[in-house]
Structures are given as structure tokens and as C-alpha cells.
């Protein structure tokens, strides 16, 4: 029995690395081969060709753009002229400072200074007083 051939060659040769795919094109068929198809399949081939060669262009445009789009998405205020509002709460800015040696309650050995707490004083009652206008 004959050997089976798999299908998709050009799917098999897919080599992957990270997110996108490199493909490799299949061999092109020989002149002598492919004037044996009939004209139908022959203007089919012609067709499909023109589209995958449209289809390989339009697929460099957007792997440009995606690049353009993943270095305009790893800037921040620190390496762009953007304001530090802009980069989010996300982005940590600058050096850690380094700890404080006191604690923020004030000197040791000074005494504490408060406001006194008077006692509650009972509501003041207004009166609304009516607004008379004068006229000239």
C-alpha cells in the first residue's frame, strides 16, 4: 500500500515561540505540474496565492502596530514626559525612604498638650428674622 501523506504540511512546519507563530510557506509547484491541473484549479491556485500574499502583508502591519502599542504601554512618568497622575495606582514611584528613627508622637520626655473638653452647652434657638426690602 502507498504511503499516507499528511495533510497540511504548512501547518506541520508551524515552529511557535512566545504568542506568535511563524509559519513557513510551502514549496511552490513546479510549472510543468501545475500546467496539468485543469484551468479551474489552476485560476483557483492564482486567486488563493494573491490572498495569502494580501494576507502576509496585512499581518506585518499589525505585528507593527502591536509593537507600537506594547512600547506605548510600558511608559510611565519615569521614562516618558507624561505627569505621575497618569501612570496609576499600580506604579510604584522613586526609592523606598528609609524608616523613621522616632516614632511620630512627638519628643521624649516632653509633657503632652491637649485642648480642654467643656462640658456640652444646650442648643441655641434661633429666630428667623423676616427681611424687609426698601424701595426708593
Do not use: W
Not at 501545475?34 to 490572498?51: E, G, H, N, S
Not at 498638650?113 to 452647652?121: D, F, G, N, Q
Amino acid at each position: 500500500m502507498g504511503e499516507k501523506k499528511q495533510p497540511f504540511t504548512a501547518l506541520r512546519d508551524c515552529l511557535r515561540h512566545g504568542s506568535i507563530i511563524f509559519m513557513t510557506m510551502p514549496p511552490p509547484l513546479s510549472d510543468e505540474f501545475f500546467a496539468t491541473l485543469p484551468i479551474a484549479a489552476q485560476v483557483y491556485l492564482r486567486q488563493f496565492k494573491a490572498f495569502a500574499t494580501q494576507l502576509s502583508a496585512r499581518i506585518g502591519v499589525l505585528t507593527e502596530q502591536v509593537a507600537q502599542l506594547e512600547a506605548k504601554l510600558k511608559q510611565n512618568s519615569s521614562n516618558s514626559s507624561r505627569p505621575p497622575s497618569s501612570d496609576g495606582p499600580r506604579h510604584k514611584r522613586g526609592v523606598p525612604r528609609p524608616p523613621r528613627p522616632l516614632p511620630r508622637d512627638g519628643q521624649t520626655g516632653h509633657s503632652k498638650h491637649e485642648r480642654v473638653i467643656l462640658p456640652p452647652s444646650p442648643p441655641a434657638h434661633h429666630r428667623s428674622q423676616a427681611v424687609t426690602l426698601r424701595t426708593l
